[in-house]
Nanobody, 121 residues
Framework: QVQLVESGGGLVQPGGSLRLSCAAS????????MGWYRQAPGKQRELVAT?????SPNYADSPKGRFTISRDKNTVYLQMNSLEPEDTAVYYC?????????????????WGQGTQVTVFS
């Protein structure tokens, strides 16, 4: 079994910062991509940032320059600075990873449980 457990959400004023964490655990063979999506009330889930195994980050336009994605082993982080009310959403981490072995590798996308980020004045 594979689990992704998130932490770090909360309440913050505009201009503030938060750091989200997402730890993957279980029978993981290889992690290919880790990243973050978010979903605001009444809106579709949207991509925030991704990080490939080679270390290449990719950001959506809205958080670009304010958010930084990083990874340490099986944990992905999202450092969020200069937060705006429009950043209010439930943030979900994900991982494209494989279980099994070199001979029989099964690749799937796994999701965290979501963590609420609320930016209010």
């Amino acid at each position: 079994q594979v689990q992704l457990v998130e932490s770090g959400g909360g309440l913050v004023q505009p201009g503030g910062s938060l750091r989200l964490s997402c730890a993957a655990s279980g029978s993981i063979f290889r992690i290919y991509v880790m990243g973050w999506y978010r979903q605001a009330p009444g809106k579709q889930r949207e991509l925030v940032a991704t990080l490939t195994n080679s270390g290449s980050p990719n950001y959506a336009d809205s958080p670009k320059g304010r958010f930084t994605i990083s990874r340490d082993k099986n944990t992905v982080y999202l450092q969020m600075n200069s937060l705006e009310p429009e950043d209010t959403a439930v943030y979900y981490c994900y991982a494209d990873l494989s279980t099994g072995s070199e001979i029989t590798e099964f690749i799937n996308r796994y999701w965290g449980q979501g963590t609420q980020v609320t930016v209010f004045s």
